[in-house]
Nanobody
Framework: HVQLVESGGGSAQAGGSLRLSCVAS????????MAWFRQAPGKEREEVAS???????NYADSVKGRFTISRDNAKTTLSLQLNSLKPEDTAMYYC?????????????WGQGTQVTVS
């Protein structure tokens, strides 16, 4: 039974920081590409950042230099450090896993954690 459980969301002031975590279970974590997505009300879901099996990362232009994705294969945990937060970062953030980095829609998803920036 695959599970991705996000935590760490909440409210922050503009310019502040939050750290999101995602604990994965039920599949071979270190064989999967991992990513964070977000979706704001009335907007399409967007990929925020992804990290491949051995660590290569990719970021959306809107978060480059502010967010950092990391993974701990031993703890099957994915993290996203959010710094210099902006109101436009407000969204539901989702953790996702895919055997291939470009096919997250076919992969596993968590339930999401809300981030609100004011």
């Amino acid at each position: 039974h695959v599970q991705l459980v996000e935590s760490g969301g909440g409210s922050a002031q503009a310019g502040g920081s939050l750290r999101l975590s995602c604990v994965a279970s039920g599949y071979t974590y270190n064989r999967y590409c991992m990513a964070w997505f977000r979706q704001a009300p009335g907007k399409e879901r967007e990929e925020v950042a992804s990290i491949d099996l051995l660590g290569p990362t990719n970021y959306a232009d809107s978060v480059k230099g502010r967010f950092t994705i990391s993974r701990d294969n031993a703890k099957t945990t994915l993290s996203l450090q959010l710094n210099s937060l902006k109101p436009e970062d407000t969204a539901m953030y989702y953790c996702a896993a895919s055997f291939v980095c470009d096919y997250f829609t076919k992969g596993y998803w968590g339930q999401g954690t809300q981030v609100t920036v004011s």
